[in-house]
């Protein structure tokens, strides 16, 4: 079984769709049954999608950084 941490240091290589296979089966098994990942990954893919639907690649500030404060807070408390 995968570790909360391991999932949320993959989850921007795994939106895009950069993890092979086995990983992406452990992901998706983990998101099963970890509600905490799996909230941190819609969040994700939702700040994503936002950012894409205002049609720039550009990563606004401060972004990765929230992000990253958000895998760290979920990672501390699985
Ligand atoms: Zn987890």
Redesign the pocket.
């Known amino acids: 079984m995968v570790s909360?941490q391991r999932?949320l240091q993959e989850l921007s290589n795994y939106i895009d769709n950069e993890v092979n296979a086995a990983l992406r089966e452990q992901i998706e098994n983990?998101l099963k049954t970890?509600r905490?990942?799996s909230v941190v990954l819609d969040t994700t893919k939702k700040t994503i999608r936002i950012y894409s639907d205002e049609g720039t690649l550009e990563v606004p500030s401060g972004y990765s950084e929230r992000l990253r404060g958000l895998f760290l807070s979920a990672a501390k408390s699985?």
């Open positions: 909360c999932v983990h970890c905490r990942c699985c």
